[in-house]
């Protein structure tokens, strides 16, 4: 089936730092979603891009859609404590399912 | 606007009992989407209903199933519980297709 490949699992930065991570695939997709989900709750909605070489922004985060669709980048700029969490990149296709990356976890260090 | 609601939050049950869990969408929206969530597998698809129907189905045994009711609440059933339905099972709701999925906090589910 189907799947989206984020990397890195996991990041351990420094606050203050930026972040980069990104989303790949095989496959060309039309919708790029970005959540981010905080330990005991449910995934939030970050960012939602629909155009392939769309660059959206939401605060300090930054999300672009690749010009070949077949990937997505989020970064984090200046990076702060509540940051923390688990990234998913999510994107639907046949039938319109909504599959999901295994996530980014990221670590800030005091 | 309120956002998505799960009830319960927590669950625990045996073996070979059956689930009941329970989610209200935002207001408007008539898609309720469900998925099951563990460290191993990370977010699967269960089943999407639209309109009281099913619209969409994942790969899971026919121990899951759902339903929709007129105002878009949606009910999920597990039934002859295993211990690997051990999960977070998380509910998202949206407008239509093409719209992004907004989610609840999900029932967290425990098998002993």
């Known amino acids: 089936g189907q799947q989206l490949n984020q990397s890195p699992q996991s990041m351990f930065i420094q606050e203050g730092e930026d972040v980069s991570m990104n989303c790949t695939s095989s496959?060309?997709?039309?919708?790029w979603l970005w959540y981010k989900q905080d330990p005991g709750e449910g995934p939030v909605l970050l960012i939602a891009?629909?155009?392939?070489?769309e660059l959206t922004s939401n605060g300090r985060l930054t999300a672009q859609f690749g010009i070949t669709r077949k990937d997505s980048f989020l970064n984090i700029s200046a990076s702060i404590p509540s940051d923390v969490g688990i990234y998913f990149c999510?994107?639907?296709?046949?039938?319109?399912?909504?599959?999901f990356g295994k996530g980014t976890r990221l670590h800030i260090l005091p | 606007k309120a956002g998505v609601t799960q009830t319960p939050r927590y669950l625990i049950k045996t073996r070979g009992q059956q689930v009941t869990l329970s989610c209200s969408p935002i207001?408007?929206?008539?898609?309720v989407s469900w998925y099951q969530q563990t460290p191993g597998q990370g977010l699967q698809f269960l089943f999407e209903?639209?309109?009281?129907?099913?619209?969409n189905k994942g790969n899971f045994p026919g121990r899951f199933s759902g339903r929709q009711f007129s105002n878009s609440r949606s009910e999920m059933n597990v039934s002859t519980l295993e211990l690997g339905d051990s999960a977070l099972y998380l509910c998202?709701?949206?407008?239509?297709?093409?719209?992004?999925?907004?989610f609840g906090d999900g029932t967290r589910l425990s098998i002993l």
């Open positions: 998202a709701s949206r407008t239509d297709r093409e719209q992004p999925q907004h």
């Open positions: 496959s060309i997709f039309n919708t």
């Open positions: 891009l629909y155009k392939a070489g």
């Open positions: 999510a994107s639907p296709y046949r039938d319109d399912k909504i599959i």
């Open positions: 207001s408007g929206h008539r898609s």
């Open positions: 209903y639209f309109s009281e129907t099913q619209r």
